[in-house]
Structure formats: C-alpha cells, structure tokens
C-alpha cells in the first residue's frame, strides 16, 4: 500500500483508510464483534495504517472495538477519532447535541483514551462546528491537550474555509474531512483551495457515495429503519434512478481498465492532489480488498478530463442529507 503525508504535516498513512463507522453505527445494528475484529486485522494485513472512527459512533461501541481489536498494531496504525457530541439529555443512548465548550473536551477525550487503549489520540477532529463555541476556544482546547502528549494531531470536519482559517491559526491543522466524491464536490469551491493554500490534508469521508457509487444500489434497494440511507433524500427510487448515469459513466471507465466503478471512483479521488487520503467504510472483506485495489488504477490525464467532461453534464438528484443535519455542515 502506498503511503500519504496529510498536507505539510509529518502524519504518514496509507494511501486508502478505512472508515469504520458501519461496523457499530448507522449503517443497520452493530456487526459481530469477532468478525469485525479479523476485518480490522485484515486490513492491517493488506497495508492500511489509517483509521477513522469517533465518540458518537455506537456511541462509545466503534472505539471500544477499535481499541482492542487494535492493540496489537500499536504503533504501526494512526486512529482518528472525533468529539464535539453528547446526550440531549442525561442517560439518552442517543446523542443529538453538540458540545464543544473546553471543558468538555477535556473531559471527553479522557474516555477515548480509555477505549481506544493509547496514551495519545493520533488525529483528533472536532466532529462538526459547534456554533455556541468560538472555533479558537476549540483549537486552543485541542491546543493544550497536544502540549499535554493526550492527542498529537487537530482537526475539524464539515468545517467552512473561514473556519479552518481561523482554527488553524491558533493551532495549525493536520487534516480536515468532509463528504466528497463524484455525486458530492461541494469542496472544490472553497475548502479545498483553502487547504492547498495552507498545508493541510483532506480526508474525504463517503467516497462511493454511502454504497451507491459501486454500482450495487439498485433504484428498487430498500433501506430498513436502523440503516441512515432510509431518510436521505438522494437514496429515495427516484433519486437513486436519476443518479445513475453517474455509476454507468464510473462502469465504462471501469470496462477500459479492468476494474469496478468503486475502484474507479476510489482513483478518481487518489488523483485529484497528493494529500487526499479517501477513508471508504465497509463490514465486508472482498469490499475490502476491492477498496484497496483503488490504489494500484492508474488514471491517466485523459481519463480525468473524459471523467469531467461526461461528469458535467449529469446533475445530480436528491439533497444528501435531510435540511437539519444539512445546517451541521460547511459553518
């Protein structure tokens, strides 16, 4: 597996990562712990360092698993991991508010370091932008913790460029993640130049698009009440119908270079800048190698621009996210 710096930073990690989010949290009910764990331990086995979870993903059930089923590797993997939720009230399994003031951050980022079994959390994300919270009270947080040895890299999600500006220069930034991929690029207007400007990696999250951009969601796929898809506006039959030229276009480029539209996507995002390190999440490991397949496909210039070029006639159908959770990102 290839190796990646996020932006001028000295956080190596493999080209691919692997978000780990659907193995406890969101995508349906928690999968079994034991063949979550051989997952995990297989994707070390093929070259991934980098892993993404969080808090909130459970809660508190993701970082629990990737504290134990990664022990072995301390050292050879970085774990990112995020804060800034909590309870809408107290013993509500469900975390619906946000709470980024200092003190709670101090307070938190004791437990993630009790589940995740380290002493220091590699990459620390302020999961999303907490408008009640100065975003420098939130960096000078994280600042102190770095001066402290409990976490050794800060970074923001779905955060504006204004913000990151404005985070960054209290603690510079390692790496920031938000949504991106073919059916999601809001990034490249302002986020991205922002990032190149200052030296700071970009971790997409969702890069097939949640599932749809491996050409295996049909328009007829149902979603049950325990998996998120069920309320997105983009996974609707309708959405799912009109957003399919974008999986037919990712099919044809695949056809050319014996690979699937996943892996075409994947490369797609490996080639847009150096420091770009796409964190695809799955439970299952043929998706898994295939994920990691990505990074041997080579897109050449022409290829990117047949990719734009078609890319750009196709509008894309459904909001991805319902109006509420929509608001969280880009402030």
Known sequence: MQKRKLGKSNLEVSAIGLGCMGMSFSYGPPKDKKEMTALLHAAVDCGITFFDTAEVYGPLLNEELLGEALALFRGRVVIATKFGWTAAQEGEARWSRLDSRPKHIRQVVEGSLKRLRVDTIDLYYQHRVDPEVPIEDVAGAVKDLIHQGKVRHFGLSEAAAKTIRRAHAVQPITAVQSEYSLWFRNPEKEVLPTLEELGIGFVPYSPLGKGFLTGKIGENAKFDGTDFRSILPRFTPEALKANQALVDLLQKIAQGKKATPGQIALAWLLAQKPWIVPIPGTTKLHRLEENIGAAAIE????????????????????ARYPENIEQMSNR
């Open 299 to 318: 897109l050449t210039p022409e290829d990117l621009r047949d990719i734009e070029g078609a890319a750009s006639k196709i509008t894309v159908h459904g």
